[in-house]
Every structure is written in structure tokens, then in C-alpha cells.
């Protein structure tokens, strides 16, 4: 039997370490190459590895909901038979004696040649060092066991790349995105072709939370049947949770709750909604409501801000992109709609669509959900009376918009039925006086009970 350690790989720019969000595999599997097995998070996104070798799964470490540290070891299988040098491929080690004496016998008799050699191959596993070609001409590039992340292996198959012929300019040999496309252009870092295209943006696979049971901790019932169960606290839930502590620790909150009577904005909608749709859109009251929020901030740049702590320094954006909360199975996710103030009421609808899919279809590119400046969340027809929303950090304010119910207002003087709808704000008190963020809340207010003014803030 031949034991090979596999160890998590460099999976992404910058990353040192993952989360263990959903094991595929166990103990006794016989796996293929290129099986998936398992699911690792990471700041960057959430990606599935799979097995660079066909084998046994000896032992599987890290449990769900453990951090791991890139190159340590995730999978230790039976390869079997895999002792000789040229079984020796991708970032494992195959703990075989002849191998080693192999090496040694190398080292010994063929020199410095030979060593140099050896070093090589063992820095750079998976490498073979191809022989000059007749002619003279270099040899072609060629890695048995190419390492690379899932998303740039989908891009080579769709570009018809073999990932064998790549060179890899990556961390530890790893192919970058980068990789395939220059070489699905003709061209390769090894000969001083540069990329001109920057390279393509990784999606976010967004698994639902493990259903493992690890514990049994209470008594059954009569029965027999298990009472409680105990589920790794891991993945999108545990970063959601680190989030919002993170938020609620450091953000001094108050939150400011006033009425709106949409009445009118509720007619302009309705009489908007048949032109949306020969569009192909979807007009909902978001739309209005972003529109809304961008002519507060503008009156409001405080609300735009961010504190740099490191610095000691507010920043004030002068880009006005909006985070949407919105709900998925693995939990509350922000996409972005970017650039807000330069779009279109019809544009602003198409990217909430798109953006709320593509969350809930696990789909979502890591860049739809980062740069926001101010956040908005709904709760739809589970709107409640109000509520007390946590500030995505670190922006300084956020709204809630809660269900437009029936009630009574009074317009000039007289009491009538009108649709109104309750606002909840919450603001980061060290850097957003009450006064402030009481006018950004009745200008917010004022725009979607006047929403023909709208058109005369748009860009």
C-alpha cells in the first residue's frame, strides 16, 4: 500500500487558509480522478477540490467548520502501487522507500547532474522534464497533474485548453485564469507573451448548510427517536454571524423609525409597470426606493461614508453603489447594484433581478458582492411593523423597508386611507449625529411621497 498526502492547495491570491464547509467524501471511498471532495471557503469565494488521483481515502482531516492552513494535509489515500518517482505528482508526497533509495541511488552515482535534476522535480511535483526535441527546438510544456482552482478548470473546457500544456505562473505551479486564456490565445508567460485581457472573475459557489449530524445530546423519546441534534456551525452561516458581531461590536447603532405614504409613488408604479414589462422588466418599489436613497445621500455625504480606523480617517465615496439584501438557502446575502446614480430606473430593476437569481442559484461572482456604500433591506410582505437593522459594515448607515399597509393619514386636514409604509434606519452613532441621520430619513421620505421629483435628481 502506498499512502499520498494530499494538501490543500493555493486556491486563491493572497489566501493562507480555509474554512471546511462540507466533506464529499469518507473513509473506505474508492474516488476517481477529478472526483469532487470537498467543499473549503475562503475570504475569496467557496470552491469544490477535487481528487488530482484515483485511490482509497485513507483519512480525511479537518472537520466541518475547521480552519485549515494551505498546503497542510486535507486527504491521505492508497494509491496503489503509486511508490515509484514517477507516481509522484501534484502538491502530495508518496511515502515509499524504493522511491527514496531510488533517489538516493541517483544522487550517488550520476552526479550533479543527476542531483540537480532530482531537486527540481521534487520542488516542482507533477513536472516531467520532457527531452530536447529533434532540431534543436525547445520542448513543448507538459504537467501531468496540473494544479488549478474548479472555476479555471471549467474555463479551459470551455476554451478547449488542455491544462496539461499550461504554464502555470501561479503560486506552488498553481494554472491561473490568466494561464488558460493567454494560452488559449497562442500565447505564454514562459515566452514573454503578456495578457491583455484581464482575467475572468471566479463565480461563488454558495452550498447550503451541512446536514451532518456530529452529536446526539439529548435522550430519546419514548420511541427511541433522537430529541436534538447538533449541525456544524459553518460556511455562509458562520460568516454572516462573524459579520454582524463584527458590525454590532464596533458600530455605536441607533436606528430612527418614521411612516411614508407611498400612495402616489404606488400610482406612478402602477402606471410605469406596463412599459417595464415591454421591456422584458420587472418594475417593483426597489428601484424607486435606491433612487430615492442616492438624492439622500447626495444631500447627506456622511452617509456615504466609511471610517478607516487604521487611519483615523472618514472616507467619503463619491460613488454611490447599493447594497440589496437579499434571502438565500445558505443565508442573507448583499448584491451590489453599481453605479446606481448613472442608471435608469429600468437598468437599476434589471441588475436587482439579475443579482437576487443568480444569490439565490448559488451563482453569484465574488465582485457582485463587495464595494457597497450604503444597504437596503427588505422584508417584502413579511415586512412587520419595524425593526431595528444591523449596519453592514463597515458603511454607517443602512434601511429597512418594511410591508405598505392600508392606514389612515390626514391630507389637508381631512383624514383618508392611505398606503404607507414604515422605514426603519439605522446609522453608526460615532459618526452620524441624530439630527442627520433624522433629515437623510425625512428627505428619503420626501422623495418617495413626492416620487415625480425623482426625475429631476436623475442623472
Known amino acids: 500500500m502506498a499512502r499520498w498526502e494530499f494538501k490543500l492547495p493555493d486556491i486563491g491570491e493572497g489566501v493562507t487558509e480555509g474554512e471546511v464547509v462540507g466533506w464529499l467524501v469518507k473513509p473506505g471511498d474508492v474516488v476517481k480522478e477529478d472526483q469532487p471532495m470537498v467543499e473549503v471557503m475562503t475570504d475569496k469565494a467557496t470552491v469544490t477540490i477535487a481528487c488530482p488521483r484515483a485511490g482509497t481515502i485513507l483519512e480525511t482531516r479537518g472537520k466541518v467548520g475547521e480552519v485549515v492552513a494551505v498546503h497542510s494535509v486535507l486527504v491521505v489515500l492508497d494509491v496503489d502501487g503509486a511508490g515509484s518517482a514517477e507516481a509522484v505528482k501534484t502538491n502530495g508526497a508518496v511515502h515509499d522507500d524504493k522511491r527514496d533509495d531510488a533517489k538516493k541511488s541517483a544522487r550517488k552515482d550520476d552526479g550533479p547532474a543527476a542531483t540537480a535534476v532530482g531537486d527540481i522535480r521534487e520542488e516542482l511535483p507533477g513536472m516531467r522534464m520532457p527531452s530536447a526535441s529533434?532540431?534543436?527546438?525547445?520542448?513543448?510544456?507538459f504537467n501531468d497533474k496540473p494544479l488549478a482552482t474548479p472555476a479555471t478548470r471549467r474555463t479551459a473546457r470551455e476554451l478547449g485548453v488542455n491544462l496539461k500544456n499550461v504554464p502555470p505562473t501561479g503560486s506552488q505551479g498553481?494554472?491561473?485564469?490568466?494561464?488558460?486564456?493567454?494560452f488559449a490565445r497562442g500565447g505564454s508567460h514562459g515566452n514573454g507573451t503578456a495578457s491583455t485581457k484581464e482575467p475572468a472573475t471566479e463565480r461563488v459557489d454558495v452550498p447550503a448548510i451541512t446536514r451532518d449530524v456530529v452529536k446526539i445530546i439529548a435522550p430519546s423519546d419514548s420511541h427511541g427517536a433522537a430529541l436534538e441534534e447538533r449541525v456544524p456551525f459553518a460556511g455562509v452561516r458562520r460568516k454572516i454571524a462573524q459579520k454582524m458581531h463584527a458590525s454590532k461590536s464596533t458600530a455605536a447603532h441607533f436606528t430612527f423609525v418614521e411612516e411614508c405614504d407611498v400612495t402616489a409613488l404606488k400610482a406612478l408604479r402602477a402606471r410605469m409597470k406596463p412599459p417595464a414589462e415591454a421591456l422584458g422588466v420587472k418594475l417593483s418599489f426597489l428601484p424607486f426606493i435606491v433612487?430615492?436613497?442616492v438624492a439622500g445621500l447626495k444631500k447627506h455625504p456622511i452617509l456615504n461614508s466609511a471610517l478607516d480606523e487604521s487611519t483615523n480617517e472618514l472616507v467619503f465615496r463619491k460613488y454611490f453603489h447599493i447594497g440589496i439584501a437579499a434571502a438565500t438557502e445558505a443565508g442573507l446575502m448583499v448584491p451590489v447594484v453599481k453605479d446606481a446614480d448613472r442608471k435608469s430606473l429600468v437598468d437599476i430593476a434589471k441588475d436587482i433581478d439579475r443579482?437576487?437569481?443568480?444569490?439565490?442559484?448559488?451563482?453569484?461572482?465574488?465582485?457582485?458582492?463587495?464595494g457597497s456604500t450604503?444597504?437596503?433591506?427588505?422584508?417584502g410582505a413579511q415586512g412587520g411593523l419595524f425593526a431595528t437593522p444591523i449596519i453592514n459594515f463597515p458603511e454607517v448607515a443602512i434601511l429597512g423597508v418594511h410591508q405598505i399597509k392600508e392606514r389612515p393619514v390626514v391630507r389637508n386636514g381631512r383624514i383618508e386611507i392611505g398606503e404607507v409604509m414604515l422605514l426603519s434606519l439605522s446609522f453608526d452613532h460615532r459618526i452620524v449625529d441624530g439630527h442627520v441621520g433624522a433629515a437623510f430619513?425625512?428627505?428619503?421620505?420626501?422623495f418617495l411621497e413626492n416620487p415625480d421629483r425623482l426625475f429631476l435628481e436623475m442623472a
Open 174 to 182: 498553481r494554472v491561473t485564469m490568466d494561464d488558460v486564456q493567454t
Open 134 to 141: 529533434r532540431g534543436g527546438e525547445a520542448p513543448a510544456y
Open 374 to 379: 450604503f444597504t437596503i433591506t427588505s422584508l
Open 291 to 293: 433612487k430615492a436613497v
Open 441 to 446: 430619513a425625512y428627505d428619503v421620505i420626501g
Open 355 to 370: 443579482l437576487a437569481k443568480d444569490a439565490r442559484d448559488g451563482k453569484i461572482k465574488q465582485t457582485d458582492l463587495t
